[in-house]
């Protein structure tokens, strides 16, 4: 959040903003010195009285800091309300993670007097961030806590209106907090703008929730591209450029690629269609991995990856879903084209579009989707079953992480499982938490075969059976967790020439029978130019250490690959 760093104390909904954790760390005041260095970085802008530097909802120009005079700094949202946050003086910059990739300012800076700053686009932004390693160091770990501040506070981002406990909010919230993405939710039953909104509007029962942005414009219940679009969150191709490499799946194998592409200098674009962070960006707590002895969760890891790419310059698109892919290299460039009619064009594809939980054959499953049947267990769904029953399915890691995460919110967590152990296919430290939670309850080899409920209250009650046993019984719940195995996402490499195995997984190296009898790197598929890595990749050990280990080893061949693509014909 935008608030002062040095001299100017700042106030947020009346809270000294001194008392923020890590002051000092998330609004540091530059020395004269230091600013004296970032000059080759920037141009000098002034300003006159009342003039903004930037606006809440559009697109901003990047880090400002500030040389003389002093800007005022206020959050709006669409709702006509404005907060004074602080006001900034000389030596103290205005930015936050967002603006290292130009995306939308999240709050207003108006000059109050007249104004000198240097203002630094955010690519000479990244360039000093690299060049400047202790004061880059500095500024980076203040933009992302600023960040982090704003998430914190809900300012800066749409005001999402209805019920706390309505499915249809759980959906763009965690569409939102998946992206890092401040927001605010108003429950009309106990505020007053809220009841006001929808006396005015009168939304039906399918309009929930109504999303309000910046400028006041109102959608109904949104999908989350159109969100994404609303509000800013897509920066989307740009025209004709053919990147180095591409790179589909945002999770951890592809943010690894990511990361190292870019810093050593490869441009980079990055696509998924929902969020950053794959399934491991959805772990409730990841315990196993190297170098976080405390564990940390799925989100925390991939945000700092998501964070890290930005820096170096990777170009991520979310939501962007690719439809299909081109693999004639016309002008030695393969083509992506994108649901939404946009096409990119790179040099060398990347495949890491990962796997997606599988939809087990249960009557009725579509109907309940986002309704009392999820795939993913985060604090939002945790919040709609408080209190309550839930059942979950899966005996994996993820479902393991997932049942001990709902443990401490809901009364009850049935545990479902197909086989009759956990031993094949769980970590025995996940094993031993579930097995000494006295609210988690396992059951073997059963399996979910109905579900009901209605239209209007969503999912009721599961039909299950023991495969021991043709006889049905029901349980009570409002909400069913799957977490039963994974699908690989390569629809869209149909008709590319890229070799699948039977489940549908990209086969790479010497696996492929087209690669015979021709040197290639091991992550290369049957098509020359076109790697995989991560989950989606044929043999992969569908672990976040294995995939991000995959990510970095990729580029290594990538550079081969441009290399040669590059070199004459003789």
Wanted: hydrophobic content about 40%; proline content about 4%; aromatic content about 6%.
């Amino acid at each position: 959040m935008a608030a002062d760093g040095g001299a100017i104390s700042g106030v947020v909904d009346g809270v000294s903003s001194r008392t923020m954790p890590r002051f000092e760390q998330t609004f540091p005041s530059l020395t004269a010195p230091e600013i004296e260095r970032m000059r080759r970085f920037g141009e000098i802008r002034t300003y006159r009285d009342g003039e903004m530097l930037f606006e809440t909802g559009r697109l901003g120009l990047g880090m400002f800091v500030v040389l003389s005079g002093l800007v005022n700094i206020s959050a709006r949202d669409g709702l006509g309300h404005v907060t004074h946050i602080s006001e900034r003086g000389p030596g103290q910059f205005l930015a936050e993670i967002g603006q290292l990739s130009g995306r939308v300012a999240l709050v207003d800076a108006q000059a109050e007097g007249d104004v000198e700053t240097l203002m630094l686009p955010p690519d000479r932004l990244r360039a000093l961030l690299v060049a400047e390693a202790e004061l880059g160091e500095r500024i980076m770990r203040a933009l992302i806590l600023r960040r982090v501040n704003l998430i914190q506070s809900g300012g800066g981002g749409p005001v999402l209106i209805g019920p706390t406990n309505s499915n249809a909010v759980a959906r763009l919230q965690n569409f939102l907090v998946r992206n890092g993405f401040p927001h605010h939710l108003l429950d009309p039953a106990t505020d007053h703008d809220a009841r006001e909104l929808i006396a005015r509007y009168t939304p039906s029962p399918s309009d929930w929730p109504l999303v309000v942005i910046a400028d006041g414009t109102v959608l109904r219940n949104p999908s989350e591209t159109e969100l994404a679009r609303a509000i800013g969150m897509i920066g989307g191709a740009h025209g004709n450029k053919v990147y180095d490499v591409a790179i589909v799946g945002c999770g951890p194998a592809g943010l690894a690629t990511a990361v190292y592409a870019a810093s050593e200098g490869l441009s980079v674009a990055v696509m998924d269609s929902r969020s950053f962070g794959g399934q491991a960006g959805a772990s409730a707590r990841i315990e196993n991995y190297f170098g976080f002895p405390t564990g940390i969760t799925g989100h925390a890891l991939t945000a700092r990856a998501f964070n890290q790419a930005q820096k170096f310059g990777a170009e991520i698109m979310i939501p962007a879903s690719v439809d299909s892919l081109d693999c004639e290299r016309k002008n030695n460039a393969f083509v992506m084209s994108l649901e939404c009619g946009e096409e990119v064009r790179s040099r060398a594809i990347v495949v890491a579009s990962g796997a997606r939980y599988r939809q087990p054959q249960i009557d009725r499953l579509k109907e309940f989707e986002g309704r009392g049947v999820w795939y993913w267990a985060s604090p939002i769904e945790a919040r709609l079953c408080a209190g309550q029953d839930v059942a979950l399915v899966g005996g994996g890691n993820s479902a393991g992480q997932a049942a001990v995460f709902l443990s401490a919110h809901a009364r009850k967590v049935y545990m479902m499982v197909r086989g009759g152990g956990l031993a094949a296919s769980m970590s025995r430290y996940l094993i031993e938490r579930i097995e000494a939670t006295p609210n988690i309850e396992l059951m073997f080899n059963c399996e979910v075969t109905g579900l009901e409920g209605n239209a209007d209250s969503g999912l009721e009650r599961i039909v299950w059976k023991s495969r021991l046993s043709p006889e049905e019984m029901q349980l009570g719940v409002r909400n069913l967790f799957l977490f039963v195995g994974a699908d690989p996402a390569t629809g869209w490499l149909k008709g590319c020439g890229v070799t699948l195995d039977r489940a549908g997984f990209v086969v790479t190296g010497a696996q492929s029978e087209q690669n015979a009898g021709r040197l290639v790197a091991s992550l290369e598929t049957s098509v020359p130019g076109v790697f995989a890595i991560g989950d989606v990749r044929s043999g992969s050990v569908k672990r976040v250490g294995g995939a991000i280990g995959e990510g970095a080893q990729v580029v290594a061949a990538l550079h081969g690959f441009l290399a040669d693509s590059l070199k004459p014909v003789t």
